[in-house]
């Protein structure tokens, strides 16, 4: 930690008539947040899509991200579904974060392993303000040049991370804390982007311990440089102002026709996607049920070949049991046994038309004559 004259407080009259009224509304700000004692578990977003719309405006956001409300459950440190989300505060807009990302911030938050909005709003517009200044010198910060200046630190009673200056490093002559925005921390939004934002986007459980690499010839003039301006002689506020410039409004939020066409094309853009999601569930569903009635009518298939089989072989049995007795039919014409050759025998002496069972004498042929021939014989 850096001694206490590191950070010794200016005092009222070297401080101009503007940041005296914001060091009252800061202390009153401190105040309030001390008495409620607000964690980010116990805040939930109360932003609104005017808001976010308001956002899109003042800070020339590109159509290529999205801003979305959180759920009421959602807190600054959830974790998202995807490496394409993040979660922001308005604050952090306000105080130099764009997208895309620049190389100074992009450094600094994959060096520490930590997301954005992990970094407390005020120091964010610090080391915002430090690339700046690099920038205004033809150098970049990079993550070894800041540690050459700042240090992250972390208390177990607060949720931000934050930077203290090292021995000699604080540039800005306005120290106290410069956050003004009301209720900040219920500012909370979702950013999209098709691909990803190049810096850790989940919030980390615990502060690894840093071990930084060693500065470049480039880091330590970088570093140099800014240093060379002096202790406590840059006004932070203003570097933030010039360096990072939005589109300035007053009043209800009135954003031009073509700003709205697209708006309503983002809108359009979400609903369509949504639209495909549900329609690759269904089509997945319906894959599903395909495939079921392809099962199903498998062992149908299964079943009815099993019946025609059976059924065939029935067919072919009672075919061959009626096959047996017409053959056996024709073997008794060609070889009768002997009560057949009895019927057949009495069927040739007597004819087809004569009865089995009638007297045989009656159908005698009588022949004209018979009488008088036994006559004859008896005379005789």
């Not at 920038?135 to 800041?146: I, N, Q, V």
């Not at 540039?171 to 990803?196: A, C």
């Not at 919030?203 to 202790?231: F, M, N, Q, Y």
């Amino acid at each position: 930690m850096g001694s206490s004259n590191d950070e010794e407080m200016p005092t009222l009259a070297e401080l101009s008539e503007d940041e005296i009224i914001e060091a009252n509304e800061v202390e009153e700000g401190e105040a309030r947040d001390r008495a409620k004692n607000i964690r980010i578990s116990a805040v939930s977003s109360d932003i609104s899509e005017g808001e976010l719309l308001a956002i899109y405006i003042k800070y020339d956001l590109d159509l290529d991200y999205k801003l979305t409300c959180p759920g009421p459950d959602v807190r600054a440190n959830a974790p998202l579904d995807d490496e394409e989300s993040m979660i922001l505060y308005e604050e952090h807009l306000r105080f130099g974060v764009r997208f895309p990302l620049s190389e100074p911030l992009r450094s600094f938050f994959n060096e520490h392993g930590i997301t954005i909005n992990q970094l407390h709003p005020n120091d964010l517009r610090l080391l915002c303000g430090i690339a700046e200044l690099a920038c205004r010198d033809g150098t970049m910060l990079t993550a070894r040049g800041m540690d050459r200046l700042y240090r992250v630190q972390h208390r177990p009673t607060k949720d931000h991370c934050f930077l203290q200056a090292r021995k000699d490093c604080n540039l800005f002559y306005k120290s106290l804390k410069m956050l003004s925005l009301k209720n900040w921390k219920h500012k909370l939004f979702i950013i999209h982007r098709v691909r990803e934002f190049g810096v850790p986007t989940r919030w980390s459980g615990e502060l690894a311990k840093h071990h930084p690499s060693s500065p470049t010839s480039d880091d330590l003039k970088c570093v140099e440089l800014i240093k060379s301006r002096g202790l406590r002689t840059m006004n932070l506020k203003q570097i933030i102002v010039e360096g990072y410039q939005v589109r300035p409004y007053s009043g209800p939020i009135g954003p031009s026709l073509s700003f709205l066409e697209n708006w309503e094309l983002v809108n359009k853009d979400k609903d369509l996607e949504s639209k495909v999601s549900d329609l690759e569930n269904k089509a997945k569903e319906m894959e599903k049920e395909l495939q079921r009635y392809r099962d199903q009518e498998g062992v149908e298939e299964d079943n009815l070949a099993r019946t025609c089989l059976s059924l065939r072989v029935n067919i072919l049995l009672e075919l061959r049991a009626r096959q047996l007795e017409v053959d056996q039919i024709w073997v008794d014409d060609i070889y009768p046994d002997e009560a057949d050759e009895e019927d057949e025998g009495g069927k040739e002496a007597w004819g087809d038309d004569v009865p089995h069972d009638s007297n045989r004498e009656s159908f005698s042929p009588r022949l004209e004559g018979d009488a008088d021939v036994h006559a004859i014989s008896s005379e005789g």
